[in-house]
């Protein structure tokens, strides 16, 4: 049974810094590689960035580029630094896992098969 775990979030001002963790864990579960996406209310689910453990490729969005960056290793452990955040980063949170082989970072949620329970951010201006 794969499982995936986020922790970390919290309530922050403008400004400020964040990290998020995330496990991934279980028998006969392997990554290829990890994303993660967000949820503001009344919002659709967007992704945030994600990585490849084959290549070492990383995906930002353009709304993250520069302040967000992703590290990790194969072995389940994976990051998310947050910095300069904003107010419109105030959202859910979730990491995801997928267990497929494929060429590059997806970035649509139908491609990870695994997903936390998500981390609420906020950031106050």
């Known amino acids: 049974q794969a499982q995936v775990v986020e922790s970390g979030g919290g309530s922050v001002q403008a400004g400020d810094s964040l990290r998020l963790s995330c496990t991934a864990s279980?028998?006969?579960?392997?990554?290829?590689?990890m994303g993660w996406f967000r949820q503001a209310p009344g919002k659709e689910r967007e992704f945030v960035g994600g990585?490849?453990?084959?290549?070492?490729?990383t995906l930002y969005a353009d709304s993250v580029k520069g302040r967000f960056s992703i590290s990790g290793a194969k072995n389940g452990h994976f990051y998310l630094q947050m910095n300069s955040l904003k107010p419109e980063d105030t959202a859910i949170y979730y990491c995801?896992?997928?267990?497929?082989?494929?060429?590059?970072?997806?970035?649509?949620?139908?491609?990870?098969?695994?997903w936390g329970q998500g981390t609420q951010v906020t950031v106050s201006s």
């Open positions: 995801a896992a997928d267990s497929r082989i494929r060429g590059g970072v997806p970035a649509s949620a139908i491609d990870y098969q695994y």
């Open positions: 279980g028998r006969a579960f392997t990554t290829y590689g």
């Open positions: 990585i490849r453990w084959t290549s070492g490729s």
